[in-house]
């Protein structure tokens, strides 16, 4: 801030020169600040209708989006595809390439993709020093799948270790063993829900030593099913937030372009194991859930939601597709209401 004048013809020109260029210099520095560094408080009111996606730039195709904080405050996401791209961003809005997870390939996965490359719906995090990606092998429409864990201490392409298989389904079962995702608990329990179709989502245990499944309990709970529209309930990610864990599915259709009728659900329990219920207090397991976001205008099937807690904000990041059919990758911010339910602006 400058002198006061009576200062200035104290001190003498050469003071007051120096004055100046401080007070620049401050005011740079002030303007440099990004604004994300001073996020606005949430709004407890949602707004009259779904927003838009929040701006991206860059490598903007994703399908089934996950993303994670990595240690030096950039974003790392992996996306569903050839050998698991990844991205990498420094301000969530600007993506680049990244490469993949898997170089040289995933030969343990073939047997449940037909021989393919395409593996699907990863989940990424960073706990005790290292980066952990679980993610699904299968082909369209199968329960022949399964679920493998990866881990890295960098998170680049290239640099990951194959940790063995997680879960698998067949034929033998009633679930589907795809779309994982890792929660921890209040207790600091580890949690993998997964699912699609069939008899809905799951929960395992996993044993956070190993980061696989639990040895001493090997119950498989339900978590969401429907009994309506083919059973189209998958995609879970569970969020824990102001002393509920939020269950956050898809239901409906995926991947059929701009013809997709992907939309975003949700449901609440006070317990990682369930039961959640909606807005309304039905079940989940009994088809129950609150909607969040949905097709709107030139965004269709938004879906396979992921929540980020990150600088004060909780962001959601999800795929949407365009009026040409291309997925895109899909980011907004996360208000909660004043009754404890959460709505995107």
């Not at 997680?166 to 929660?183: R, T």
Request: charge should be positive.
């Amino acid at each position: 801030m400058p002198h006061p004048p009576s200062r200035l013809a104290a001190l003498g020109l050469a003071v007051a020169v120096l004055a100046t260029t401080a007070a620049v210099q401050a005011a740079a520095r002030a303007v440099a600040v990004p604004a994300a560094a001073l996020p606005a408080a949430a709004p407890t009111v949602p707004p009259p209708s779904y927003p838009n996606p929040g701006r991206v730039t860059g490598s903007t195709g994703a399908h089934d989006p996950a993303v994670v904080r990595t240690p030096n405050g950039t974003y790392l996401l992996a996306t569903t595809g050839d050998h698991l791209p990844l991205k990498t961003s420094t301000d969530r809005v600007n993506w680049r390439d990244a490469g993949v997870v898997w170089p040289g390939g995933a030969p343990w996965t073939t047997a449940y993709t037909g021989g393919g490359a395409n593996l699907w719906a990863p989940d990424l995090s960073y706990r005790d020093g290292r980066f952990l990606l679980y993610y699904s092998a299968s082909t369209f429409g199968s329960r022949r799948s399964a679920i493998f864990l990866a881990t890295s201490p960098t998170g680049a392409a290239g640099s990951w270790t194959h940790q063995g298989l997680v879960i698998e389904s067949s034929g033998a079962v009633n679930y589907n063993a795809i779309d994982p995702n890792l929660f921890v608990d209040a207790a600091g329990q580890w949690w993998l829900a997964f699912g699609s179709f069939w008899t809905g989502v799951k929960s395992v245990r996993l044993d956070p030593a190993t980061g696989r499944r639990s040895t001493t309990d090997t119950a498989v709970r339900a978590l969401a099913q429907r009994q309506t529209a083919s059973g189209a309930v998958e995609a879970p990610f569970v969020y824990r937030h102001g002393g509920f864990y939020y269950l956050f599915t898809s239901f409906d259709l995926c991947c059929r372009g701009a013809a997709s009728t992907y939309r975003v659900m949700v449901g609440r329990s006070a317990s990682p194991a369930g039961p959640f219920t909606d807005r309304n207090g039905t079940a989940l397991t009994s088809g129950g859930g609150t909607q969040v976001l949905a097709g709107h205008g030139s965004i269709h099937g938004p879906g396979h939601p992921a929540v980020l807690a990150d600088n004060g904000q909780d962001v959601l990041f999800y795929h949407y597709y365009t009026d040409s059919g291309a997925a895109r990758l899909g980011i907004n911010l996360l208000g909660w209401d004043s009754a404890g339910w959460p709505f995107v602006y």
